[in-house]
Protein backbone atom coordinates (compact mmCIF):
# COMPACT_ATOMS: atom_id res chain seq x y z
CA UNK A 1 0.00 0.00 0.00
CA UNK A 2 2.41 2.84 1.09
CA UNK A 3 4.49 1.62 -2.33
CA UNK A 4 1.47 2.31 -4.04
CA UNK A 5 0.89 6.03 -2.34
CA UNK A 6 4.95 6.90 -3.10
CA UNK A 7 4.51 5.92 -6.43
CA UNK A 8 1.62 7.94 -7.11
CA UNK A 9 2.98 10.76 -5.35
CA UNK A 10 5.92 10.62 -7.77
CA UNK A 11 3.80 10.48 -10.88
CA UNK A 12 2.26 13.21 -9.55
CA UNK A 13 5.55 15.68 -8.65
CA UNK A 14 6.83 14.79 -12.04
CA UNK A 15 3.50 15.69 -13.91
CA UNK A 16 3.43 18.83 -11.96
CA UNK A 17 7.23 19.63 -13.07
CA UNK A 18 6.32 18.88 -16.90
CA UNK A 19 4.15 22.18 -16.95
CA UNK A 20 7.69 23.91 -16.01
CA UNK A 21 10.80 24.85 -17.47
CA UNK A 22 13.97 26.56 -15.90
CA UNK A 23 16.70 28.80 -18.13
CA UNK A 24 19.82 29.27 -17.36
CA UNK A 25 20.78 32.92 -16.68
CA UNK A 26 24.19 34.70 -15.92
CA UNK A 27 26.25 34.76 -12.53
CA UNK A 28 24.10 30.99 -11.38
CA UNK A 29 21.06 32.48 -11.68
CA UNK A 30 18.30 30.61 -13.39
CA UNK A 31 14.43 31.45 -13.18
CA UNK A 32 11.71 28.89 -13.44
CA UNK A 33 8.57 29.54 -16.10
CA UNK A 34 5.30 27.88 -16.09
CA UNK A 35 3.39 26.81 -19.54
CA UNK A 36 2.13 30.17 -19.89
CA UNK A 37 5.47 31.79 -20.23
CA UNK A 38 4.98 33.13 -17.21
CA UNK A 39 8.28 33.60 -14.10
CA UNK A 40 7.67 32.08 -11.38
CA UNK A 41 10.83 31.70 -9.37
CA UNK A 42 14.23 32.71 -9.63
CA UNK A 43 17.13 30.55 -8.32
CA UNK A 44 20.61 31.37 -7.29
CA UNK A 45 22.96 28.64 -6.70
CA UNK A 46 25.23 29.93 -3.54
CA UNK A 47 28.49 28.83 -2.24
CA UNK A 48 28.27 28.24 1.71
CA UNK A 49 31.15 30.01 3.52
CA UNK A 50 34.17 27.68 4.51
CA UNK A 51 33.38 24.37 2.56
CA UNK A 52 33.14 23.31 -0.93
CA UNK A 53 29.22 22.91 -1.06
CA UNK A 54 26.47 24.64 -3.20
CA UNK A 55 23.47 25.52 -2.06
CA UNK A 56 20.51 26.85 -4.35
CA UNK A 57 17.52 28.97 -2.78
CA UNK A 58 14.79 29.70 -5.02
CA UNK A 59 12.32 33.06 -4.56
CA UNK A 60 9.24 33.83 -5.81
CA UNK A 61 9.03 37.07 -7.66
CA UNK A 62 6.09 37.94 -4.52
CA UNK A 63 8.98 37.60 -1.87
CA UNK A 64 11.65 39.31 -4.04
CA UNK A 65 10.00 42.52 -3.99
CA UNK A 66 9.08 42.17 -0.24
CA UNK A 67 12.41 41.57 0.29
CA UNK A 68 13.66 44.84 -1.59
CA UNK A 69 11.23 47.17 -0.40
CA UNK A 70 12.41 46.11 3.02
CA UNK A 71 15.72 46.73 2.04
CA UNK A 72 14.75 50.02 0.74
CA UNK A 73 12.84 50.60 3.87
CA UNK A 74 16.38 50.10 5.82
CA UNK A 75 18.36 52.24 4.33
CA UNK A 76 16.20 55.13 3.79
CA UNK A 77 15.12 54.65 8.19
CA UNK A 78 19.20 54.21 8.69
CA UNK A 79 20.07 57.30 6.70
CA UNK A 80 17.60 59.62 8.67
CA UNK A 81 19.48 58.42 11.64
CA UNK A 82 22.39 60.84 13.03
CA UNK A 83 24.84 58.83 14.92
CA UNK A 84 25.95 59.75 18.39
CA UNK A 85 29.47 59.65 19.23
CA UNK A 86 30.74 56.99 21.75
CA UNK A 87 32.77 58.66 24.53
CA UNK A 88 35.10 56.43 26.78
Do not use: W
Amino acid sequence: MKAIIGIAAATLLLAGCSNTTEEQLENGYSRTVNAAGEVTHVCRTEQTVGTNFKKRSCRSLKQLEEDREDAQDFMQYYQGQTLTPVRN
